[in-house]
């Protein structure tokens, strides 16, 4: 309750205009766009909805607006809600109950200190009464129910069996970073990466943060212990070789320190020395040789730390290492490093450290998989840092080569390097992918951004989608990939070593994810490494289990991608093991209003002799079975903004 006759404990009115409080109903004059803002310290949700009963003049028409606004934000950034009919319920003597969903005022969950209840529209002095105003109680299931009531739109889908399948990679299921909390979403495959991991010191264990953290060295741990939990739980490692050529020399020295090079835009309140190498004006300092902070790390250096690798290893399959990365996006090292790597790589650096560092980690183990080159983004495929630093439409470096995008001519160059020497150089073409779309790789959830979010995934497959970011072009990232492959280095696999699609604690960030999987699959990725970890029971922890473990028991998404027929609104993912007569399949109602009645067909596949559901939707804390259901047509509601796991049974066709 916040007001009920007067203000509840703990609630400061912070309103605005002429008001009586504390008398009965509230009484407010909403002259001059006049309003009500009502403060709690430290409110959590999440709740139902903003309840309140609502007495005004039949003239004033449709004038209120409700929003909820952040702790420390004066400008608002949650939604505003207009208050129409459809809000309203009518009551005696002229009083309506006014109620608004939680999910429209806050759909990101944010936490939220003030309701602000104000007149959109202009009104006359009279008097405006206000009374039960409060946050009603969640109930998860009601709101479910309540969905799937609503008006249904009718799709038809079909799984495909009378087409080949194709084998889905199990190293798509990987993470970029988490411990052992994060087992529970079953990922295959684990990545040592991030900046830091430039400038890895594996004898010591420092690092050095680079411009994440003010350039500061510091202890990042034991690499050993990443190897022995990848082990413990049955992973393929992948981890990150510094080809730098620099990494830390301990766990306290700094790139810019204040001591020397004087008074910095910003310092570390802990580490006071250590500056952010700007200037108080903002323009960059000259930074000092790279033995401030760092020792060399040569290929012969990196090539120890893999031999080191290989000798733990107790058996060929008892790796903990199986991958290896050159480096991490070193076309960011004069931002990211500049304090050692100032100068923007060129196309020839990046050919040159890959074949010497490359060869270094061959010679040490034969058998390794080698990965690259780890670009950051869309503008590292076609540049050079050297081009983006004089502006892409200049582009000297590609222009010096032939002006072939970067990736193509990195790939055909090891190629002839690999043809000319006999030596396999490099196993894996590594590209890091973010969506660049505004507010999209965010906590942001708002209608908007959230539908987005889930179009954005199109990037990575879709060749008729158009990136909606400055990007401005098609994507079409796994499919480009593969080409790129096939017309400049034939056999090579294919990676995503980072990845994320943003609000991964909202719904739209778990069916993002949930979409982005299913098509790694179908389009026949190799690997991928989500970043970092999904939150525990997040969304996008669940979208993980949709795949991985969606009946707490070890059941998955399995090994053959089936061809399938979707609707604009539902994607359908299905898979099948080697008798054909287990099928699982995904489907993703991808729109956040209107439940989906799915009548799915199984061409070819065999009769349905049983089948196990799941769900997870936008009011879900977990996966939530639907029971096991008999033979019969496969057909579903499923909610609005939900992921549907269905567990299939069938008997051989005939």
Request: net charge neutral; charged share 20%; proline share 7%.
């Amino acid at each position: 309750m916040i007001y009920d006759g007067a203000l509840a404990p703990g609630w400061q009115d912070w309103g605005w205009g002429p008001h009586e409080l504390g008398k009965g109903a509230a009484r407010l004059n909403m002259t001059n766009y006049g309003g009500w803002i009502l403060w709690q310290q430290g409110l959590s949700g999440p709740f139902g909805g903003v309840a309140f009963r609502l007495r005004a003049p039949a003239a004033f028409g449709n004038f209120l607006q409700v929003r909820l606004l952040e702790p420390g934000q004066n400008q608002p950034t949650l939604p505003a809600v207009d208050i129409g009919p459809e809000f309203a319920r009518p009551l005696a003597d002229g009083w309506v109950e006014i109620f608004v969903p939680w999910n429209l005022l806050n759909p990101a969950q944010k936490a939220i200190d003030r309701l602000q209840i104000h007149a959109r529209n202009p009104v006359a002095a009279d008097w405006v009464e206000f009374d039960k105003v409060m946050f009603t109680r969640f109930d998860a299931a009601a709101a479910m129910a309540a969905q799937l009531r609503a008006p249904a739109r009718a799709v038809q889908l079909a799984v495909d069996c009378k087409v080949p399948d194709q084998p889905i990679s199990p190293y798509i299921y990987g993470i970029a970073g988490g411990g052992d909390k994060t087992w529970g979403s079953l990922q295959t495959a684990s990545r040592w990466g991030g900046n830091r991991t430039s400038r890895y010191n594996w004898q010591t264990g420092d690092t050095n943060a680079g411009s994440d953290w003010f350039f500061e060295n510091h202890n990042d741990g034991g690499y050993t212990d990443f190897l022995d939990r990848n082990r413990k739980y049955g992973l393929r490692g992948a981890i990150t070789i510094p080809m730098l050529g620099w990494v830390a020399k301990d766990d306290t020295s700094s790139g810019f320190p204040v001591a020397k090079l004087g008074a910095q835009k910003a310092t570390d309140q802990y580490r006071p020395d250590a500056g952010n190498g700007q200037r108080p004006d903002g323009t960059p300092l000259q930074p000092g040789p790279p033995t401030q902070t760092s020792v060399p790390a040569s290929p012969e250096f990196m090539a120890r730390w893999v031999a080191a690798m290989l000798k733990r290893a107790k058996t060929p399959q008892d790796r903990g290492a199986h991958v290896f990365f050159l480096d991490n996006e070193p076309e960011l090292w004069n931002h990211t490093h500049r304090d050692v790597h100032p100068d923007p790589l060129t196309y020839d650096e990046l050919l040159d450290r890959t074949v010497r560092y490359g060869t270094a980690i061959r010679g040490a183990d034969p058998a390794a998989l080698i990965a690259g080159p780890a670009a950051w983004g869309w503008s590292a495929y076609f540049y050079s840092a050297k081009d983006l630093a004089v502006g892409a439409d200049v582009a000297p470096d590609r222009r010096a080569h032939g002006d072939v995008p970067l990736v193509p001519w990195y790939l055909a160059q090891i190629a002839d390097h690999e043809k000319r020497t006999g030596q396999r150089l490099l196993d894996i073409l590594d590209l890091h992918y973010y969506p660049q779309a505004q507010g999209v790789y965010s906590e942001a959830a708002d209608a908007t951004t959230a539908a987005l979010r889930i179009r954005s995934t199109r990037s990575l497959w879709d060749p008729t989608y158009r990136d909606e970011s400055w990007i401005n072009d098609t994507v079409q990232l796994i499919p480009r990939m593969k080409d790129w492959v096939a017309r400049n280095h034939p056999g090579l696999a294919t990676s995503i070593g980072e990845y994320n699609f943003g609000a991964e604690k909202h719904i739209s960030g778990g069916l993002a994810l949930a979409e982005a999987l299913g098509r790694f699959g179908t389009n026949g990725l190799d690997y991928a490494f989500y970043w970092t970890a999904p939150p525990e029971n997040s969304p996008a922890y669940w979208a993980f289990r949709a795949y991985r473990n969606f009946d707490g028991k070890g059941a998955r998404f399995l090994d053959r991608s089936l061809k399938t027929r979707m609707d604009p609104g539902v994607s359908l993912f299905a898979s099948r093991d080697a008798s054909g007569q287990h099928l699982v399949l995904i489907a993703l109602n991808l729109g956040p209003d209107a439940p989906v009645d799915a009548s799915i067909a199984l061409d070819g596949c065999g009769t349905l002799v049983s089948r196990r559901g799941y769900s997870y939707g936008q009011f879900s804390k977990a996966l939530e079975a639907g029971g096991e259901v008999a033979g019969a047509e496969l057909r579903e509601r499923l909610a609005p903004y939900s992921i549907n796991v269905f567990d299939l049974t069938l008997a051989a066709p005939r």
